[in-house]
């Protein structure tokens, strides 16, 4: 039954993810220039939050909406820390997991990604547009 595939077969191991004390302006260029919807936030391997899309809009574009891109970057980078951005309250699901738990997890939260971890540390992630072009597929 595929949907007791291990969570491994569906998820990115390539992640886009930023450093804790990194410029909040990285953000800005990896959902630019991946064009991915969610980042994890580490300390060394240890996933310690995610930001997504709508985060960084809420922040980027309330007050500061009619700068340029550069200019958006200076004030942000002088304006917020990584953690101030970031949601710390992460759900996520262990390399051991499966399609089946992720789709339950995803179907019953307010959020489209799931870090995958190794004990603390970030090893991929899959969103809800990984888990439904995989049932599609089925």
């Not at 002088?78 to 949601?87: A, C, E, F, G, S």
């Not at 969103?127 to 995989?134: E, G, M, V, Y």
């Amino acid at each position: 039954m595929r949907k007791n595939e291990p969570i491994s077969k569906i998820m990115s191991s390539n992640v886009k993810y930023v450093q804790d004390g990194e410029a909040v302006s990285k953000l800005r260029t990896i959902f630019e220039e991946d064009d991915i919807h969610h980042i994890p936030v580490t300390s060394g391997q240890k996933l310690i939050g995610i930001v997504s899309w709508n985060d960084y809009m809420r922040i980027s574009f309330g007050e500061f909406g009619n700068q340029d891109g550069r200019e958006l970057d200076e004030i942000l980078d002088h304006t917020y820390k990584m953690r101030d951005v970031m949601n710390a309250n992460v759900t996520t699901i262990p390399i051991s997991g499966t399609v089946r738990e992720a789709a339950r997890m995803l179907g019953s939260k307010n959020f489209h990604a799931l870090p995958v971890v190794d004990g603390e540390n970030l090893v991929g992630i899959v969103t809800s547009t990984d888990l439904i072009r995989f049932l599609a597929d089925a």
